[in-house]
């Protein structure tokens, strides 16, 4: 049997992982082995239907990949990383059905019958403090898991974490889609997104260019830190921090201007609502240089401490806690960049 070793032995275990699924990777086309039932989501890259396997009726949550718009080595990629990844009890299942049809690649996933946790954010609202902590728990402990296996999950975002129940008692990571070995190089990133960091949002080149100014960056864990920070502030006020970490964001700079110099700046409003030592735990997440960023379990000390101010009774942070003009949380939001 093959022996996953230290850290940096994880990406050459899913290299040969991928050498041996594409050797055995069987052709079927997919009505003929499964019952499709609906489709139970849609992400930028692919779709995922609830079927049930036609000879013993087991239910299944089954990726389907266009070939058109996927490359075989891509999907092997995701295939075998959420593979590797399945045993964690806070990342999705896999049943070990890995297949291409004339025009898709798919993988059956364990179905995980509850929504994901963009679709229980109230806009403009969030979700219970109670509620985000349970998640905030869970999702350190699945990247601790990822990022020991020398791996970045890189697609951190509510979209991405499924719930087995409202009350996210228990909640499991899912798309694997953009995961990479920790030090491998992008050149550039063709848009932005929220949960991208600072160091991620500076690879998208000028207008005119093919390539931005700065090196090729290279692929770490702290990329996830920054994104769950975004994804607390997100689901805990229903709105994005800001649209992305660039100096023409108004929100970003405001915050970059407060983590810098911290004793002369004011808290920005929008985040007037967290207590201090919440704040502490976001800037540690929300750390500006990625090198002195700590790892997504720093949250595991702050989840006994309280989050959220008690409400205002003067409503001094107004009705939402001084964030009137930021961009809520809603469907057009469901979006991941390419990277390349
Ligand atoms: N195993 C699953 N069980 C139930 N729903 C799922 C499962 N996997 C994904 N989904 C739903 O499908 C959506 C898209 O799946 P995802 O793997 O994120 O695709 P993409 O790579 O296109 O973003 C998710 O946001 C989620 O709502
Ligand atoms: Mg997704």
Same mark, same amino acid.
């Given at each position: 049997?093959?022996?996953?070793?230290?850290?940096?032995?994880?990406?050459?275990?899913?290299?040969?992982?991928?050498?041996?699924?594409?050797?055995?990777?069987?052709?079927?086309?997919?009505?003929?082995?499964?019952?499709?039932?609906?489709?139970?989501?849609?992400?930028?890259?692919?779709?995922?239907?609830?079927?049930?396997?036609?000879?013993?009726?087991?239910?299944?949550?089954?990726?389907?990949?266009?070939?058109?718009?996927?490359?075989?080595?891509?999907?092997?990629?995701?295939?075998? /990383?959420?593979?590797? %990844?399945?045993?964690?009890?806070?990342? +999705?299942? !896999? $049943?070990? &059905?890995?297949?291409?049809?004339?025009?898709?690649?798919?993988?059956?996933?364990?179905?995980?019958?509850?929504?994901?946790?963009?679709?229980?954010?109230?806009?403009?609202?969030?979700?219970?403090?109670?509620?985000?902590?349970?998640?905030?728990?869970?999702?350190?402990?699945?990247?601790?898991?990822?990022?020991?296996?020398?791996?970045?999950?890189?697609?951190?975002?509510?979209?991405?974490?499924?719930?087995?129940?409202?009350?996210?008692?228990?909640?499991?990571?899912?798309?694997?889609?953009?995961?990479?070995?920790?030090?491998?190089?992008?050149?550039?990133?063709?848009?932005?997104?929220?949960?991208?960091?600072?160091?991620?949002?500076?690879?998208?080149?000028?207008?005119?260019?093919?390539?931005?100014?700065?090196?090729?960056?290279? /692929?770490?864990?702290? %990329?996830?830190?920054?994104?769950?920070? +975004?994804? !607390? $502030?997100? &689901?805990?006020?229903?709105?994005?921090?800001?649209?992305?970490?660039?100096?023409?964001?108004?929100?970003?700079?405001?915050?970059?201007?407060?983590?810098?110099?911290?004793?002369?700046?004011?808290?920005?409003?929008?985040?007037?609502?967290?207590?201090?030592?919440?704040?502490?735990?976001?800037?540690?997440?929300?750390?500006?240089?990625?090198?002195?960023?700590?790892?997504?379990?720093?949250?595991?000390?702050?989840?006994?401490?309280?989050?959220?101010?008690?409400?205002?009774?003067?409503?001094?942070?107004?009705?939402?806690?001084?964030?009137?003009?930021?961009?809520?949380?809603?469907?057009?939001?469901?979006?991941?960049?390419?990277?390349?």
């Amino acid at each position: 049997m093959m022996e996953l070793g230290p850290a940096e032995d994880g990406g050459s275990y899913i290299e040969e992982l991928m050498e041996l699924t594409a050797q055995s990777l069987s052709r079927l086309e997919i009505q003929e082995h499964f019952n499709v039932i609906k489709e139970i989501g849609r992400g930028k890259y692919g779709r995922v239907l609830l079927v049930t396997h036609r000879c013993r009726g087991t239910p299944m949550a089954l990726k389907v990949l266009p070939k058109a718009s996927t490359k075989l080595k891509g999907f092997l990629r995701e295939y075998c /990383i959420s593979l590797r %990844l399945s045993s964690h009890p806070c990342i +999705v299942g !896999l $049943f070990g &059905i890995a297949f291409q049809s004339d025009e898709h690649y798919g993988f059956a996933q364990e179905l995980v019958v509850g929504r994901d946790l963009f679709a229980i954010i109230k806009p403009r609202v969030g979700i219970s403090e109670r509620v985000v902590k349970r998640c905030a728990v869970q999702i350190a402990s699945a990247l601790e898991f990822i990022h020991h296996l020398g791996l970045v999950h890189r697609d951190i975002k509510p979209e991405n974490v499924l719930l087995l129940d409202t009350q996210c008692r228990h909640v499991k990571l899912a798309d694997f889609g953009l995961t990479q070995k920790r030090g491998t190089f992008i050149r550039y990133i063709s848009s932005t997104l929220p949960y991208m960091a600072p160091e991620l949002c500076a690879m998208v080149p000028e207008a005119g260019q093919e390539t931005p100014k700065v090196p090729p960056l290279s /692929i770490q864990p702290n %990329l996830d830190t920054w994104a769950f920070g +975004v994804l !607390l $502030f997100c &689901i805990l006020t229903g709105f994005f921090p800001w649209e992305n970490c660039t100096s023409t964001d108004s929100f970003y700079e405001e915050f970059a201007e407060w983590r810098q110099n911290p004793e002369t700046t004011e808290v920005p409003s929008q985040w007037m609502r967290f207590t201090p030592v919440c704040m502490e735990m976001f800037a540690k997440l929300l750390t500006l240089e990625p090198n002195d960023r700590p790892t997504a379990d720093v949250v595991k000390g702050y989840v006994g401490k309280d989050w959220v101010r008690p409400k205002c009774p003067n409503g001094l942070m107004g009705e939402n806690g001084g964030v009137s003009s930021m961009t809520t949380l809603s469907s057009p939001c469901r979006s991941s960049p390419v990277l390349q």
